[in-house]
């Protein structure tokens, strides 16, 4: 197994931890995207793939309806997609993904967590080169042949497939198939997908740490003080750093 694999092994269940969290955020992504390409998804590819992304953490459909109507309201404001980056205690680089609409806000908000925690908030491009953007896609396993699968994928970018099993907390999740690629190749990829009618279940791009280091427990409590600011701020979508973190036990 490839780096993908351990890093997704290592951060399941911390994706989409928090309900109400995925909600906004998907919210935001569902403004994004109609401001794009308009409130068909039928044309509008990325929608396509929010709205999966809704069914995902089950969000209610009324509630993906609502905020694609309200999506089309010229007076709805849009949002930019911002990455902050800098420097947690002992060293840690952070990568801080944001959705925001008003950038002024979010940038001082950021600041302040990296100041108040003794971190370091950095200038663009000060810790990016240490991950890796990928996107990926996650795909029923059903009777799917991996190899077979990856032979056929990796003319649109695929690079690692793997396994997922299904979550044990949610009773609609099912066992599944992690495709990765770099993530300039999502649109291809999701247009094989949809073209060999293969369901796309939730799809995304984050951050792989192609670097990590080890921290003692009392460094990482350092740390996660201005992690748990990081996360409890409704514009930050995501927070990657470069610990090496514990694998799940099996």
Known sequence: MGRAFEFRKARKMKRWSAMSKAFTRIGKDIVI???????????????RAVIQNAKAVNMPKVNVERAIKKATDKDTA???????????????????????????????????????CDGNLGTSGSVEFMFDHKCHFRIPAGELDLEELELELIDFGAEELFFDEKDEEDNNSVDGIMIYAEFQNYGALQKALEEMNIEILSSDFEYIPTI???V????????????????????????????KEEEEEE
């Open 33 to 47: 995207a109609v401001k794009e390409g308009g409130p068909d998804p039928d044309v509008n590819s990325r929608l």
């Open 78 to 116: 849009n949002y930019e997609t911002v990455l902050f980056e800098g420097y947690a205690p002992h060293g840690i680089a952070v990568l801080v993904e944001t959705s925001t609409d008003n950038n002024n806000r979010t940038v001082a908000n950021v600041r302040s967590y990296f100041n108040k």
């Open 212 to 214: 990590q280091k080890e």
């Open 216 to 243: 003692t427990a009392e460094q990482k409590e350092d740390i996660d003080k201005l992690l748990e600011k990081l996360d409890d701020d409704d514009d930050v979508n995501n927070v990657y750093t470069t610990i």
